[in-house]
């Protein structure tokens, strides 16, 4: 059974880099897209970007100039970097594997979240 | 950018109550159309994608269902185990994009 586990910092500083790892078990980065996806606290979900194919990526408009997600197939995680934050972007991020075929598109697997704060 | 509209933002039923949430989209999104349950200090759950196909291991009593860019999530007989935020999302677009979420609290 597919397993994904976020890890990082559950701190940095406003205007530095959040960086958080997701390790995949039990199933390939090859095979599927994969995401992240952000919950600021009490607050509802907001996608921030995936990738597929193991190097193509897409990414929410409204973070674009800040995020990079890359991937490291050889160790089956991939990464987030998010740029310049501030502490509108303290949230529980989650990364999650999304199944796309012809007629069906959804995120079937999350890991547990991690919550990143940014403050000083 | 599709937008997704979500109601109610909460509710509370008893156990054994039929409840009902609405999600509308702006514009046709097909049935790429997913619901999620989330329960507090989780991930989210899957339950129904493509409109309406039951993920495998969730109880019958959940069901969803389309009517243009109406979409309804119904739990035909509320259970204690139900309470939890409810969120549904689109994949139509390249941005996805979630409701704002219902709250579901189980007197």
């Known amino acids: 059974q597919v397993q994904l586990l976020e890890s990082g910092p559950g701190l940095v500083k406003p205007s530095e880099t959040l960086s958080l790892t997701c390790t995949v078990s039990g199933g390939s980065l090859r095979s599927h897209y994969y995401s992240w996806i952000r919950q600021p606290p009490g607050k509802g979900l907001e996608w921030i970007g995936y990738?597929?194919?193991?190097?193509?990526?897409r990414y929410n408009p409204s973070l674009k100039s800040r995020v990079t997600i890359s991937v490291d197939t050889s160790k089956n995680q991939f990464s987030l970097n998010l740029t310049s934050v501030t502490a509108a972007d303290t949230a529980v991020y989650f990364c999650?594997?999304?199944?796309?075929?012809?007629?069906?598109?959804?995120?079937?697997?999350w890991g547990q979240g991690t919550l990143v704060t940014v403050s000083s | 950018d599709i937008q997704m509209t979500q109601s109610p933002s909460s509710l509370s039923a008893f156990v054994g109550d039929r409840v009902t949430i609405t999600c509308r989209t702006s514009?046709?999104?097909?049935?790429?159309l997913n619901w999620y349950q989330q329960k507090p200090g989780e991930a989210p759950n899957l339950l129904i994608y493509a409109a309406s196909t039951l993920q495998r291991g969730v109880p019958l009593r959940f069901t969803g269902s389309r009517s243009g860019t109406d979409f309804t999530l119904t739990i035909s007989t509320l259970q204690p185990e139900d309470f939890g935020t409810y969120f549904c999302q689109q994949t139509f677009n390249a941005a996805l994009s979630f409701g704002g979420g219902t709250k579901v609290e189980v007197k």
């Open positions: 990738f597929y194919d193991s190097g193509n990526t």
């Open positions: 999650a594997r999304r199944i796309v075929t012809t007629s069906e598109d959804y995120f079937d697997r």
């Open positions: 514009q046709n999104v097909s049935n790429y």
